[in-house]
């Protein structure tokens, strides 16, 4: 199947700092790239979607200046974590589909945590 | 607007027991259908799926699903539990290959040895 690789698996930060968080589609060109976000013992709650060349479209609540998402091409997105504070820790979660297919692939996900 | 439910949060079995997890959606159209594991910090893997033409689908590690239209359920099998099979397990509806992926709560499944 296809792959998609995130990093950094995980990361740790300092309040205020910024944190990028890298989603790469290896073997296929993703056309739609989505970012999640997970809290403990909790479902997958999509913060975005992002298709490539385009602006990403967020999901309500999530604030677009504090979580930048960048889709330069088509096996690249990033999701830039800025200001960072310990209530932003959580897993981040990327997925990627190319255009047309029904089945997103994941990657392997990046815990974050604040200090 | 679309959505899924998962009955049960936690469901426990015992090792080489019926593996059986719930999923009802509900949809306008005929969905596309997903169950998804995943391992602690870890991301998801695709389990099985359904698109069109046969309406049980046979995934990886030994699980099944069946869509029961009439139902509106895509609930996931497996005969035997093995201990391997102890994650976090999340059904997924999709309206359209254009449309966002909505998840499950998840189910948690425990297999006791």
């Known amino acids: 199947g296809a792959v998609v690789s995130q990093h950094p698996s995980w990361v740790i930060c300092k309040s205020g700092t910024s944190v990028k968080i890298e989603c790469r589609s290896l073997d296929f060109q993703a056309t739609t790239m989505f970012w999640y976000r997970q809290f403990p013992k909790q479902s997958l709650m999509l913060m975005a979607t992002s298709n490539e060349g385009s602006k990403a479209t967020y999901e309500q609540g999530v604030e677009k200046d504090k979580f930048l998402i960048n889709h330069a091409s088509l096996t690249l997105s990033t999701l830039t974590v800025t200001s960072a504070h310990p209530e932003d820790s959580s897993f981040y979660i990327c997925?990627?589909?190319?255009?047309?297919?029904?089945?997103?692939?994941f990657g392997q996900g990046t815990r974050l945590t604040v200090v | 607007a679309q959505s899924v439910t998962q009955l049960g949060s936690h469901v426990s079995v015992s090792e080489g027991a019926l593996v059986l997890l719930r999923c009802n959606y509900s949809s306008s159209v005929p969905p596309y259908l997903f169950w998804y594991v995943q391992y602690p910090n870890q991301g998801l893997q695709l389990l099985l799926k359904?698109?069109?033409?046969?309406?049980l689908v046979k995934g990886i590690n030994g699980f099944e699903a069946e869509f029961k239209k009439s139902e509106t359920s895509f609930h996931l099998t497996k005969p035997s539990a093995h201990m391997s099979d102890a994650a976090e397990y999340f059904c997924a509806v999709l309206k359209t290959s254009y449309d966002k992926v909505i998840f499950g709560p998840g189910t948690s499944l425990s297999v006791i040895p």
């Open positions: 997925s990627a589909r190319w255009r047309g297919g029904a089945e997103a692939f």
């Open positions: 359904y698109t069109t033409g046969a309406t």
